[in-house]
T-cell receptor, first 121, second 113 residues
Framework: GAGVSQSPSNKVTEKGKDVELRCDPI?????LYWYRQSLGQGLEFLIY????????KSGLPSDRFSAERTGGSVSTLTIQRTQQEDSAVYLC???????????????????FGEGSRLTVL | SQQGEEDPQALSIQEGENATMNCSYK?????LQWYRQNSGRGLVHLIL?????REKHSGRLRVTLDTSKKSSSLLITASRAADTASYFC?????????????FGKGTTLSVSS
C-alpha cells in the first residue's frame, strides 16, 4: 500500500483477554518499529525489527508483550492477559532500514501509521 | 527512558507570530529529527538534521543543532492556525548497528487566529 496500515484502528477489550495488533509497513521498508503513546504523552519505544529479526526488544514493558514479523513485511504485536494500564495508542512505523550489504549507520525518516487505540476495561 | 526532552511543554501564540521549541538530549547521536502530530493521528516527519550540520531550513521551518550542548531548536515562522499540533524531537542513540528513534514528550503548539 501507499502508507503504513494498522488494524484494528480501535479495540475495546476486557481485562485479562489477549489482543493482537497488526501493522503492514510500506512495501520495501526493511525496518519496522512499534511505539506506545498514552493519553497526552510522548512515544514509548517498544520494539524494533530489521527484516524478521528484532535487534532491540528493550522497550517491551513485560513478558505479556510479544511481537513478530514474518516475510520481512507484516508485524503483529500481541498483548496477553491485558491490564488497564495497557490502554494506549499503539503506533507502528517503518523506514528503509538496511539495504543488503550497505552499512546501516543512520536511522532515517520514519513513516507512521494512524495507530491502534486499545482500551482495556 | 527518554532521550529527547522538549521545552516548553505547551506554547500558545497568535497567527503570524513565530514559534520556537527546544529539545535537549543525553547521548551522542547520528541525527536528530522533528515530527509533528495532529490530534488523534500518527506522526509526520518534518525535518532531519545530521550531527555534522548546524542549521537546516525547510519552508517555514528552521532547525538548529548544537552538539556541544546536546540541544536543538525548531523555529516555525509566520505561524498559521493549521500549525496547531504537537511537535516531537527524536534521536537515535548513535549506534552504528542502527537503532530505533527515541522520542521526547513533545511540545503542544496552539495557534489562534
Amino acid at each position: 500500500g501507499a502508507g503504513v496500515s494498522q488494524s484494528p484502528s480501535n479495540k475495546v477489550t476486557e481485562k485479562g483477554k489477549d489482543v493482537e495488533l497488526r501493522c503492514d509497513p510500506i512495501s520495501g521498508h526493511t525496518a519496522l518499529y512499534w511505539y506506545r503513546q498514552s493519553l497526552g504523552q510522548g512515544l514509548e519505544f517498544l520494539i524494533y525489527f530489521q527484516g524478521n529479526s528484532a535487534p532491540d526488544k528493550s522497550g517491551l514493558p513485560s513478558d505479556r508483550f510479544s511481537a513478530e514479523r514474518t516475510g520481512g513485511s507484516v508485524s503483529t504485536l500481541t498483548i496477553q492477559r491485558t491490564q488497564q494500564e495497557d490502554s494506549a495508542v499503539y503506533l507502528c512505523a517503518s523506514s528503509l532500514g538496511r539495504r543488503g550489504r550497505i552499512p546501516f549507520t543512520n536511522t532515517g525518516e520514519l513513516f507512521f501509521g494512524e495507530g491502534s487505540r486499545l482500551t482495556v476495561l | 527512558s527518554q532521550q529527547g526532552e522538549e521545552d516548553p511543554q505547551a506554547l500558545s501564540i497568535q497567527e503570524g507570530e513565530n514559534a520556537t521549541m527546544n529539545c535537549s538530549y543525553k547521548t551522542s547521536i547520528n541525527n536528530l529529527q522533528w515530527y509533528r502530530q495532529n490530534s488523534g493521528r500518527g506522526l509526520v516527519h518534518l525535518i532531519l538534521i545530521r550531527s555534522n550540520e548546524r542549521e537546516k531550513h525547510s519552508g517555514r521551518l528552521r532547525v538548529t543543532l548544537d552538539t556541544s550542548k546536546k540541544s536543538s531548536s525548531l523555529l516555525i515562522t509566520a505561524s498559521r492556525a493549521a500549525d496547531t499540533a504537537s511537535y516531537f524531537c527524536a534521536t537515535d542513540a548513535g549506534s552504528t548497528a542502527g537503532t530505533a528513534l527515541i522520542f521526547g514528550k513533545g511540545t503542544t503548539l496552539s495557534v489562534s487566529s
